[in-house]
């Protein structure tokens, strides 16, 4: 499996392979950089060309200023729905994962069964806006951050569930009979020891709540509540014309999720194929 | 006969339990009744099965079911066997094998909307790059996203352009988990590589693969954002699938309609992906 134990032919294909990868996946990136740089003349040519003048300052400070600076109250409300709904992500679904794993009962077929409906059940969207009106969340923020809790909660319990599964029990008993209430041993004894998969949950339902398009288009209608996937879609008509300003909005999405994997590769890794490889 | 209480008490599960089941399981026990209802979101008028009959009688809803079928079935096939290679190409210690890993898998962590309207561009049928790059070697080449008949694989393609990462990912942590003694034991008996891959990787990074073509096929029947930023089920409705029809039903005010089709599309995931999960799981292999 070493690389000297590849003949010349199979270096060949595998140099052709990694070059073929690093221009098809590569590209479209290198392209969204040249767009937002170009001038706006020039960006409608959609060619793949290094930028004859760079424009980054005016293109980004127009896009910034467009609609009376719609993506600043975009980005702020983005970031206020996925702080508030990775926090209670992480509170309840390490709760759900620590009862499910430590107390076996007939209870647990239940949380199960909740669980993979929770993973597979497409969400019936208009009863949900029913039900959101009746609780008067419809188009508000609160709304919007526990419907992304309730659609995020299966993924968490699970990968908590088996974090935990990993602890072993006798830190609970040397707590317990320390006199330590129930509450105290899970906030003081468990929730330290969950932190590398809390980490890896952080960033994995950060990165998707913060991309999600299709919930903020039926749950958060309205100018005062758009979220930043809301102002792109929104952009993409009203920036017809300039194209330079289309791709600026489309670097700046990109660039969040760049700096949040250059940094946090590993657990993302952890998190997405967790439960891959055992069922 | 008064029982110590447990130190892990149920109400753990309340707050969990509390918003799950009022913004989820509320909802969608809730969508069987108004599936067969005129509904304006305050009032409902009962109607019996008339929005399942007009879903399969209207030719353009009966289109966005089968072509659902189609669009999970080609990004869920080509994305578990482009994964499954890009996989091996990965872990045969090849140059910038990290960097390479990397960059495949760095799409699955970008906005769907953003790499929509990037390929938009791409795809332009006279400005776009790709046309231009098959003008040069004389290919003349199509409206991708504006040809009836082509605009949903092209969707599918930009789908598994951003999607094939993860696949390779889950294939890589497969891969990785079985033992080179199989390979050793295999290269003893003079298997070349090929038969070490039919023989050896694919029966073995089978629980991969089932992960996979699993989590696709559900991704592929529920998709949505990617095909409504790029042709938004046109041109006409040949791009439609049944969640971009749900969304036209409830923008045109067919609440009871738009119902329908989330009830319809639950029982498709439901009658394809149980079934698919029972047989996967009683072909288990034995080590």
């Known amino acids: ?279 | 006969m008064k029982q110590r209480p447990s130190p892990y008490p149920y109400w753990f599960v309340l707050p969990a339990a509390v918003v799950f089941v009022t913004l989820f399981l509320v909802p969608t026990v809730a969508s069987f009744w108004f599936s067969m209802t005129r509904w304006d979101l305050f009032t409902a008028e009962f109607i019996g099965w008339d929005n399942y009959r007009q879903f399969f009688k209207e030719p353009f809803l009966v289109q966005g079911l089968v072509n659902t079928l189609i669009y999970a079935f080609v990004t869920s096939a080509t994305k578990s066997v482009l994964g499954l290679l890009l996989a091996v190409l990965l872990t045969s210690g090849i140059l910038w094998q990290g960097f390479l890993r990397s960059v495949v898998f760095f799409p699955v962590l970008v906005s769907t909307i953003g790499v929509g309207i990037t390929f938009q561009a791409l795809m332009h049928p006279t400005k776009g790059v790709i046309n231009l790059a098959l003008s040069w070697v004389g290919i003349d080449g199509p409206s991708w996203l504006s040809d009836p008949g082509l605009a949903l694989y092209s969707v599918a393609f930009i789908d598994l352009w951003k999607g094939v990462g993860l696949a390779t990912l889950i294939y890589i942590a497969g891969l990785a988990a079985i033992s080179p003694d199989y390979y050793e034991a295999a290269r003893i008996d003079g298997a070349t590589r090929i038969q070490q891959f039919w023989r050896v990787t694919l029966p073995l990074v089978r629980p991969a693969t089932v992960t996979v073509i699993t989590l696709s096929l559900i991704g592929g029947l529920r998709s949505f954002d990617i095909i409504w930023a790029t042709t938004r089920g046109g041109p006409g409705f040949s791009s439609d699938v049944l969640a971009s029809v749900i969304y036209k039903q409830y923008q045109a005010g067919f609440y009871g309609l738009a119902t329908a089709g989330n009830v319809i599309l639950f029982l498709l995931i439901a009658i394809i992906i149980l079934p698919l999960t029972w047989w996967f799981s009683s072909r288990e292999v034995d080590l």
Request: aromatic share 12%; no cysteine.
């Open chain 1, 1 to 279: 499996m070493t690389r000297n134990s590849l003949s010349v032919r199979q270096r060949n294909t595998g140099l052709i392979a990694t070059a073929a990868a690093a221009v098809i996946f590569i590209t479209p990136f290198l392209y969204i950089f040249f767009m937002a740089m170009k001038t706006k003349k020039e960006a409608a040519l959609f060619l793949f060309s290094w930028p004859r003048e760079w424009h980054f300052w005016s293109n980004l400070t127009e896009v910034i200023m467009a609609r009376n600076y719609m993506l600043l109250l975009a980005y702020m409300n983005s970031t206020l729905i996925t702080v508030g709904a990775v926090t209670l992500l992480i509170l309840f679904g390490a709760m759900v994962g620590y009862i499910l794993q430590r107390r076996p009962s007939g209870w647990n077929r239940l949380i199960y069964a909740g669980v993979l409906v929770g993973l597979m059940v497409p969400p019936a969207v208009v009863p949900t806006i029913w039900v959101l009106q009746g609780l008067h969340l419809f188009k508000t923020l609160q709304g919007m951050v526990l419907i992304q809790v309730a659609y995020g909660l299966a993924f968490s319990v699970l990968l908590y569930r088996s974090f935990i599964a990993t602890i072993p029990r006798d830190l609970d008993e040397a707590a317990i009979i320390d006199g330590a209430k129930p509450l105290q041993i899970f906030v003081k004894v468990i929730l330290p020891l969950l932190r590398p998969v809390t980490v890896t949950l952080i960033v994995v339902q950060s990165i998707a709540i913060f991309n999600d398009f299709t919930n903020p288009l039926y749950y958060l209608p309205g100018k005062e509540n758009v979220t930043v996937q809301l102002t792109l879609f929104n952009f993409q008509s009203q920036f017809q014309s300039q194209f330079n300003l289309l791709f600026m909005n489309i670097l700046l999405v990109t660039i969040p999720p760049l700096i949040v994997f250059v940094f946090f590769n590993r657990q993302i890794v952890a998190g997405m194929t967790a439960g891959a490889v055992k069922g």
